[in-house]
């Protein structure tokens, strides 16, 4: 068997403390069919000092669930790991950039469509008002360019007051009713193979699709052409090696637009794949025989 790592959130963290177990348990169950174990290591220990996650041939950031609560420090743990030579998959360098979602305007300059956004230092309620004409449309969300699991994300219509904004840099995009209508669509590619695909719908009344706000997820067994060209468009933009990475795209006016690549610590949904994980565990285990 061959042992490696999985940084975990804060120890005692009491926002993720009760579920990252969980998941970590479905990984490794993944990990397990290969002959691989894991040994959750508590991120936030390591953002100085690299020397523990070195006695490890792979760290796994998959359960560093807060660091965008504590961004400065993240950015700092990954110039450590870089620096060290911890062997990280994905590598740090896409830890570092991945983590604010102004990255999304660098694949846009390259060819990849987003949803329209206008990014900003702060937002006032001026902003926003521009935002509604600019889009024409009659909602938007606003959110922080660092977030996670629709942390600080607000939907605001036409005339409501901007309460709760988010600080510092943030992104507002019109609201896409087809997210609340038909979803949002994930791809998970392991080694960079497509492993399967998900559709995410939020609960009636929401819209969000994150499951901790009562969001469903359905297996899709073939995926739209157009949806695998653009999840393929986007890997070809990125240069640095990805162990795994999980492209999220919706569908608007006849077009397939990228949401997010998520890059760090993205839920698999092993549950729905065909093979419960076996994909990632042969992708991880190709990389420690590499």
Same mark, same amino acid.
């Given at each position: 068997?061959?042992?490696?790592?999985?940084?975990?959130?804060?120890?005692?963290?009491?926002?993720?403390?009760?579920?990252?177990?969980?998941?970590?348990?479905?990984?490794?169950?993944?990990?397990?069919?290969?002959?691989?174990?894991?040994?959750?290591?508590?991120?936030?220990?390591?953002?100085?000092?690299?020397?523990?996650? #070195?006695?490890?041939?792979?760290? &796994?950031? $998959? @359960?560093?669930? =807060?660091?965008?609560?504590? !961004? *400065? /420090?993240?950015?700092? %743990?990954?110039?450590?790991?870089?620096?060290?030579?911890?062997?990280?998959?994905?590598?740090?360098?896409?830890?570092?950039?991945?983590?604010?979602?102004?990255?999304?305007?660098?694949?846009?300059?390259?060819?990849?469509?987003?949803?329209?956004?206008?990014?900003?230092?702060?937002?006032?309620?001026?902003?926003?008002?521009?935002?509604?004409?600019?889009?024409?449309?009659?909602?938007?969300?606003?959110?922080?360019?660092?977030?996670?699991?629709?942390?600080?994300?607000?939907?605001?219509?036409?005339?409501?007051?901007?309460?709760?904004?988010?600080?510092?840099?943030?992104?507002?995009?019109?609201?896409?009713?087809? #997210?609340?209508?038909?979803?949002? &669509?994930? $791809? @998970?590619?392991? =080694?960079?193979?497509?492993? !399967? *695909? /998900?559709?995410?719908? %939020?609960?009636?009344?929401?819209?969000?699709?994150?499951?901790?706000?009562?969001?469903?997820?359905?297996?899709?067994?073939?995926?739209?052409?157009?949806?695998?060209?653009?999840?393929?468009?986007?890997?070809?933009?990125?240069?640095?090696?990805?162990?795994?990475?999980?492209?999220?795209?919706?569908?608007?006016?006849?077009?397939?637009?990228?949401?997010?690549?998520?890059?760090?610590?993205?839920?698999?949904?092993?549950?729905?794949?065909?093979?419960?994980?076996?994909?990632?565990?042969?992708?991880?285990?190709?990389?420690?025989?590499?």
């Amino acid at each position: 068997m061959t042992g490696i790592a999985v940084l975990t959130p804060a120890a005692g963290d009491g926002t993720y403390g009760p579920h990252w177990p969980v998941v970590l348990e479905r990984l490794s169950a993944a990990l397990a069919l290969t002959g691989v174990t894991t040994r959750p290591m508590a991120w936030p220990d390591h953002a100085r000092d690299a020397s523990a996650l #070195l006695d490890f041939p792979l760290v &796994l950031p $998959l @359960l560093a669930w =807060g660091y965008h609560q504590h !961004h *400065a /420090v993240w950015l700092e %743990a990954t110039r450590t790991w870089a620096g060290a030579g911890v062997r990280l998959a994905n590598p740090a360098s896409v830890l570092n950039w991945n983590s604010d979602k102004a990255y999304l305007r660098r694949l846009e300059a390259a060819g990849i469509a987003i949803p329209p956004t206008a990014w900003g230092d702060g937002v006032t309620p001026a902003q926003v008002e521009a935002a509604f004409d600019r889009f024409g449309t009659e909602t938007l969300i606003v959110k922080p360019t660092v977030s996670g699991g629709a942390w600080k994300t607000l939907k605001i219509g036409r005339g409501e007051a901007l309460v709760d904004a988010p600080e510092g840099a943030t992104m507002i995009q019109p609201f896409l009713p087809d #997210l609340a209508t038909a979803g949002e &669509l994930s $791809l @998970l590619f392991f =080694g960079g193979r497509l492993s !399967h *695909a /998900v559709l995410k719908t %939020a609960a009636p009344g929401d819209f969000r699709i994150q499951s901790q706000f009562g969001g469903r997820y359905a297996a899709v067994a073939h995926p739209p052409v157009e949806a695998l060209a653009l999840a393929d468009r986007v890997l070809a933009a990125i240069e640095e090696p990805l162990l795994y990475a999980r492209i999220d795209m919706v569908e608007h006016a006849g077009q397939w637009l990228l949401m997010e690549a998520e890059l760090i610590e993205p839920d698999f949904y092993l549950s729905e794949a065909p093979d419960r994980g076996l994909l990632f565990a042969e992708a991880v285990r190709a990389r420690l025989a590499g």
